[in-house]
């Protein structure tokens, strides 16, 4: 197995590993490797619900989803990402997010799996919170520092994220689901906004994953956001996405030298 960084300043793609084979000396070298880069991309797998399941928990424990229309019976750990309805949830995440930011302890890390994809649409851009936080002008660093945001369930986090492994400092903001900046009115938090949308956008900064058949994407949400890219339900488009508990999370320790 190898580690082979992206053309971008984050994410790598992991060469020569099968995911339904995984050992402790493979887990533990994936999640160095997700600390480090944030991103890792590997292709080419074949699972099964419950093999998927045993993949992302390589990670920690699970979150589970209520049953509802487009979820795949009998698996609530799987979060379904459709272009059409009766395969799965639809026009989602199509802003700059971390999943499970809503949640007061927020999700800490995604793992898709790519089920059905058509040859065109639907791709996922990333960028890195952390690089788009350390690219600020000092004064705007020291003003964010001392922000607080609000998610519209009345969730609140720090404009700027320490992760709790590395304690690096990240840019963190759900456009989609926040209300507003503590302290700010409707127009100044708006504008705020609107200008992290930008330099999360800003050139150089984003990897776009086109999704094939078998792709596996996993990231540390606290490190990467990502968001959705426009996909009709002319082609049929199948993501299965599980999600790591905050409170169940295994980060890399350090205490095992992978070979």
Known sequence: MK???LPVDFGAEVVGADLRRADQGMAE???SALLEYGLLVVRGQSFTPAQQLAASRL???LETFPAMRGQLQGWPEIFRVASRPEDGHVEVGRYWHS???FRAD???ISFWYSEVQSEEGGDTLFTDLQQAY???QPDIQQEFDGLKTAHRNGVVHPLVLRHPKTQLP???LNMGLTAGVLGYSAGHSRALMEAVDRHYSREGATYRHHWLPGDVVIADNLHIGHKATPITPATRRILNRTTV???GVIWYDGRQQAA
């Open 106 to 108: 927020p999700t800490p």
């Open 245 to 247: 508990r905050a409170d």
């Open 134 to 136: 350390a690219e600020l």
């Open 99 to 101: 999943d499970g930011s």
């Open 170 to 172: 990240a840019l963190y």
């Open 59 to 61: 990670f920690g424990s």
């Open 3 to 5: 580690i082979i960084p």
């Open 29 to 31: 070298l994936l999640r």
